[in-house]
Structure formats: structure tokens, C-alpha cells
């Protein structure tokens, strides 16, 4: 099974093909992003009418590069699969048209994806992690922990009430003055940093749910530079140091309760994957290493350019529906939101017809 992957509901235009064997391996022939960081770089942040028109401008060479260098033809192919959101809608609208167009002109199905359960299949591409496992998302957009039980049957335990982690960090540096996308730049600050210079708050910690909050951490870093301002180069190592560190205790504490509320409504799991820019992180990765050793899982990181947002793992979550006949019809309207507990719903109605 052949399948073009089209992603575009953020700042990356990516296509892909991937092939699915019946023994449910996959291989990438193709896998083909480009990045527009340098475009919104400037603003500090995805502008999402910069971001759709850079996608109309680029897409359609980038499915022909990823094509090309699957040495595949449309007429090969077995289905085209585009994330049909949740995102940025212009982009979505972008991706989402084209993939229709391919579909309708070559008489193929089209798997609409949403974008996070792309994310949460991905280490079955990888690694080939069977289900039940445990999914930290972590990315400028999204911060989930989700249970991934089955295609198409997710159990979320935890979110963000407010900011996405990665977009923490973003804001952070653009505070800072440090540039865009602001994880790797206060990383690198935060290695030169104390720790425990600024006590600053660990939003949620203690309480039951595994959920997020991280507006009032950069609040409360904001209002500690202001205190000391102007900043000398120690002073901002410090502050990310020490808003790195409050980042690092608050996913152990909410992912601790996250694999708890797993295990109790589906069992052990498999292993604990991490997907998303923020599990670049080295401290970041070394406390999700010792949550998962802590419950006996193993973790499962794929490689960062499969981690962050690319088209082979629309491709790869296409060709899972796909194979269990979950196809999408021509009128599929492109989504901004998309939770996906929606997604378990579809697909508990199409696999009970
Ligand atoms: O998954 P991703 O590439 O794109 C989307 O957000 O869709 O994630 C990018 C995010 C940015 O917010 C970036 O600042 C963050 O991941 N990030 C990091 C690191 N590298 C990237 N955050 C913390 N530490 C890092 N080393
Ligand atoms: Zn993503």
C-alpha cells in the first residue's frame, strides 16, 4: 500500500509517500518538508496569513519533489492523506483542496487525518510500538497526554489550559530578547544558568488531573526580570534556567498522574512516546526517561525530523485508516479545532456499520 501524505496545518509544508507492507512495517520512500521559520521569524511567532501563503506557493512543488523521489505516479498510488486540522485554517484549506483534487483527477480515496493522531501513530512507523501506549505531545501548538489504544480509539488524560509548552519556551525567549523558535535558544542559556536563582511557580503540580497551565510561570518570569532589569548575560542564563527547571518538575509531576490515570482505565503500556520540537530538550528527555523507568515502560522517542511536523506521518496515519477501510469522502470540511476524542467517535461509528 502506496500513500502521499500532505501536511500543512502549521509552519511546515511537507509531503511524503510511505508504504505500508501487509505485515504492518512501513517504509518512507519520501519525505519532503519545508520549514518557514525564516519568514515569521521577525513577528516571533507563526502569523497564519503569512504562513497560508507560503503554503499556496509551495506546496505543489513539494509534492512533486516528494514524488519524484519515491519514483512513484499518482496512478500508483494507493490513497492520498492530507491533516484535515486541528491548525492554522488557511493552511489546512491549502493542504486538505490539494489533496482533494489529487484524489478526485486519479479516482483515489482520501484519508482526511487530524493531525494529532498522526502524531500519536508515528512510533508504529518507527518503531513499530504496539498498542496500548502512552503519548507526551509537546510541541508549539499542542501539549497532550494521551492513551493510544487502537487507530482511530484515543483516551486524552491531560492537556493545556492555557499556553502549549512549547510556546512557553517561545515566549520566554521573545522576552528575553533571545530570537525565534525560542526552545533550542533558551536551552542553550539555561545550560550556563542557575536553577534555583528565581523560585518561580510550578503551575498545577499537586493536584489530581494531568493537565497544564503555563501562562502564569511566564507571568511570573516576566515579573522577575522586570524586578532586576536591566538584564546582565547571567541574569537571563539564570531566568531560563530556572524557567527550564520549573517547565522539567511540572511535566514530571503531571505526566506521573497522566501514566497513573492510564494504567487504572487501560492496563500497563507498552511504552511511554514522546513526539513533538520540545522532546528535543535534553532535560526535558531525561525526566521522561525517569517517569517511564518508573513504571517499567520504555521510552520511545522517534527521530526528531519524524517528532516534529512532516507529511510521512500523514502518509503512515492514512495508510492505518486505510487499511481498515476508514476513507473520507470528497466534502470533508477542513477543521481549526479538532479534539481526538471526536476522532474515537468517528471511528467507533464507521467500524460498528
Ligand atoms: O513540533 P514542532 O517542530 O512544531 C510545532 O509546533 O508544530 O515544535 C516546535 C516547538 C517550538 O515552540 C520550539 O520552541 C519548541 O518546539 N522546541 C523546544 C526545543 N526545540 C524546539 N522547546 C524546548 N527545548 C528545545 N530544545
Ligand atoms: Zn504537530
Not at 101 to 107: E, K, N, Q, T, Y
Not at 182 to 207: C, H, N, Y
Not at 257 to 275: E, H, K, Q, S
Not at 290 to 304: M, N, S, T
Request: contains cysteine.
Amino acid at each position: 500500500m502506496v500513500i502521499l501524505g500532505i501536511e500543512t496545518t502549521c509552519d511546515e509544508t511537507a509531503a511524503a509517500v510511505v508504504r505500508r507492507t501487509p505485515d504492518g512495517r512501513g517504509r518512507i520512500l519520501s519525505n519532503v518538508v519545508l520549514s518557514q521559520i525564516s519568514e515569521h521569524a521577525e513577528f516571533g511567532g507563526v502569523v497564519p496569513e503569512i504562513a497560508a501563503r507560503a503554503h499556496v506557493e509551495a506546496l505543489d512543488h513539494i509534492i512533486a519533489k516528494a514524488m519524484n523521489e519515491a519514483k512513484v505516479s499518482f496512478r500508483a498510488l494507493d490513497g492520498v492523506a492530507a491533516a484535515a486540522g486541528p491548525g492554522l485554517i488557511g493552511g489546512v484549506i491549502v493542504g486538505l483542496t490539494t489533496a482533494k483534487a489529487i484524489a478526485l483527477s486519479h479516482d483515489k480515496p482520501l484519508m482526511a487525518v487530524n493531525h494529532l493522531e498522526a502524531h500519536a501513530l508515528t512510533p508504529r512507523l518507527t518503531d513499530g510500538v504496539p498498542f496500548p501506549y502512552c503519548l507526551f505531545l509537546a510541541s508549539g501548538g499542542h501539549t497532550q497526554i494521551l492513551g493510544v489504544r487502537g487507530v482511530g480509539d484515543y483516551v486524552k488524560f491531560g492537556g493545556t489550559l492555557d499556553d502549549a509548552i512549547g510556546e512557553a519556551f517561545d515566549k520566554t525567549a521573545k522576552l528575553l530578547g533571545l530570537g525565534y523558535p525560542g526552545g533550542p535558544l533558551v536551552e542553550k542559556e539555561a545550560a550556563q544558568g542557575d536553577p534555583q536563582r528565581f523560585a518561580l511557580p510550578r503551575p498545577m503540580s499537586g493536584r489530581r488531573d494531568a493537565d497544564f497551565s503555563l501562562s502564569g510561570l511566564k507571568t511570573a518570569l516576566r515579573l522577575e526580570a522586570e524586578k532586576i532589569a536591566p538584564l546582565s548575560d547571567q541574569d537571563v542564563a539564570d531566568l531560563c534556567a530556572s524557567f527550564q527547571q520549573a517547565v522539567v518538575d511540572v511535566i514530571k509531576d503531571r505526566l506521573r498522574n497522566g501514566l497513573r490515570m492510564f494504567r487504572l482505565r487501560i492496563g500497563p503500556p507498552n511504552a511511554l512516546v514522546c513526539a513533538g520540537g520540545v522532546a528535543a530538550n535534553q532535560a526535558i528527555r531525561k525526566v521522561l526517561h525517569r517517569v517511564a523507568f518508573e513504571i517499567g515502560a520504555e521510552l520511545v522517542a522517534p527521530p526528531p525530523a519524524l517528532c516534529t511536523d512532516n507529511g510521512a506521518m500523514i502518509a503512515w496515519a492514512g495508510a492505518e485508516r486505510l487499511v481498515l477501510g476508514l476513507t473520507d469522502p470528497l466534502d470533508f470540511a477542513p477543521r481549526a479545532r479538532w479534539p481526538l476524542d471526536e476522532v474515537t467517535k468517528a471511528a467507533e461509528k464507521a467500524l460498528v456499520r
